[in-house]
């Protein structure tokens, strides 16, 4: 079973700041079944990329997603008011589904 | 634009069965994949388990031997069976659809709370 790590737990940053998360999976997985997901309090999980790196529609560009492998980084560029929330990433293997254990982001 | 609706008693007693149906508006059941997520108070996100509309199934080994998802495709609904439940199986259940053998979950549930106590 591929376990996922997200780091770090807390990123406390302040509006305008760039924001930079990490998944790290136990071992090698496809970069087509990697997803990260937006959660706000009360609400359920929004989609943000899938693919690694694909903005899933409706999506602002100051939202990135890349790596390969083990490694992959979910990146906003200028955090706007909205984006303080937790993050979660998503791996899809061996027809189970698995989530990182999330990164919250909150106000500096 | 498709919709999902979980419904279903927001309180069950322990060693009992939490039942939860969630119904799709907007689109067909069919030709998808449709997973229930679970989420306690709190904690992070656990996959449950999915249904193709076919009725084939896969569970989270953790919960396989408790857990029974099944479709109903005329209704547009699949449902959850949870038995004997704790305490521990305390959260805000979500249901979602795959998005097409995409490997990600493109539509959620609002989410319903089930708590389980006496």
């Known amino acids: 079973e591929i376990v996922l790590t997200q780091s770090p737990g807390t990123l406390s940053l302040s509006p305008g700041e760039r924001a930079t998360l990490s998944c790290r999976a136990s071992?090698?997985?496809?970069?087509?079944?990697l997803a990260w997901y937006q959660q706000k309090p009360g609400q359920a999980p929004r989609l943000l990329i899938c693919g690694a790196s694909s903005r899933a529609t409706g999506i602002p560009d100051r939202f990135s997603g890349s790596g390969s492998g083990t490694d992959f980084t979910l990146t906003i560029s200028r955090l706007e008011p909205e984006d303080f929330a937790v993050y979660y990433c998503?791996?899809?293997?061996?027809?189970?589904?698995?989530f990182g254990p999330g990164t919250k982001v909150d106000i500096k | 634009q498709v919709q999902l609706q979980e419904s279903g008693p927001g309180l069950v007693k322990p060693s009992e069965t939490l039942s939860l149906t969630c119904t799709v508006s907007?689109?067909?059941?069919?030709?998808?994949?449709w997973s229930w997520i679970r989420q306690p108070p709190g904690k992070g996100l656990e996959w449950i388990g999915y249904i193709y509309y076919s009725g084939s199934t896969n569970y989270n080994p953790s919960l396989k031997s408790r857990v029974i998802i099944s479709v109903d495709t005329s209704k547009n609904q699949f449902s959850l069976r949870l038995n004997s439940v704790t305490a521990a199986d305390t959260a805000v259940y979500y249901c979602?659809?795959?998005?097409?053998?995409?490997?990600?979950?493109?539509?959620w549930g609002q989410g319903d709370l089930v708590t389980v106590s006496s």
């Open positions: 071992q090698s997985v496809s970069s087509s079944y």
């Open positions: 907007g689109g067909s059941i069919s030709g998808f994949y």
């Open positions: 979602a659809r795959e998005a097409g053998s995409k490997y990600y979950f493109d539509y």
């Open positions: 998503q791996h899809f293997g061996n027809s189970l589904f698995t």
